[in-house]
């Protein structure tokens, strides 16, 4: 399948796209060596600069990688997904699970590491989520992943706060999701609160273990109820 000549600008843009096509279509299959950069520029009708910068695009996509005096190999037919984007396809019940991971040890570190503004940040997040039993489902949520958020920030550890940040979204959605199908609030418009009660007064007491195990706990058993198993997958299959 011959190249064919780019139009004018973005010329970096439309030679990666070119370039990409044939990677996807199998024109050059992994491992392959991609032509050199004087082939490739009397194809598509660029300067050797412009090839240059587009194998770099497709190098940044996980696509090529350039090996020092041999050229250019082909090691993906399909771009690298960031991470963002592979949490927003994630399933709901495989995120919950890194959510179990993060949030129990970050519950372990904020009853060691916890400060009086901390303390103060996930006492104000306890009361807005009662504030939140009057509101609707979705800011029932929103307030109660604030709470977790200001539980997470007590462990003053960057990685975990940025980790929690990356998965909310597709966790908020799950959430939302979640208190529809079981209509848990129609009969605890706030649901959980015991629990959330409970993880606080550990974190303050500085008691690491049983704050890790109430958080545990509440995250086995969603906002404090029992949950069928089968509701949490409906949740998940849906989101896919």
Do not use: C
């Amino acid at each position: 399948m011959p190249l064919g000549p780019v139009r004018p600008s973005p010329l970096v843009e439309q030679a990666a796209d070119r370039l990409r096509a044939q990677i996807t279509a199998g024109e050059w299959p992994v491992g392959s060596r991609l032509p050199g950069e004087t082939t490739l520029a009397t194809e598509l009708g660029v300067g050797r600069s412009t090839v240059r910068e587009a194998l770099r695009a497709l190098a940044g996509a996980g696509l090529v990688r350039p090996r020092q005096g041999a050229g250019v190999f082909v090691v993906a037919t399909e771009p690298a997904e960031d991470w963002p984007t592979r949490l927003r396809r994630a399933a709901v019940t495989d995120v919950y699970e890194v959510r179990m991971g993060v949030e129990v040890q970050a519950a372990r570190l904020a009853a060691s590491r916890r400060t009086p503004e901390d303390v103060t940040a996930m006492e104000r997040a306890l009361e807005d989520r009662r504030a939140a039993a009057g509101a609707d489902d979705s800011a029932f949520v929103d307030a109660d992943i604030a709470f977790h958020a200001a539980v997470v920030a007590a462990a003053h550890n960057p990685v975990l706060a940025d980790i929690f940040g990356q998965f909310t979204p597709v966790l908020r959605k799950g959430l939302v999701e979640l208190l529809a199908l079981t209509e848990l609030r129609a009969h605890d418009p706030n649901t959980g609160d015991e629990a959330h009660e409970a993880l606080v007064r550990a974190v303050v007491e500085g008691a690491a273990e049983t704050a890790a195990e109430v958080l545990r706990a509440e995250l086995e058993d969603p906002f404090g109820e029992q949950v069928p198993r089968v509701a949490v997958t409906r949740t998940a299959e849906g989101a896919e």
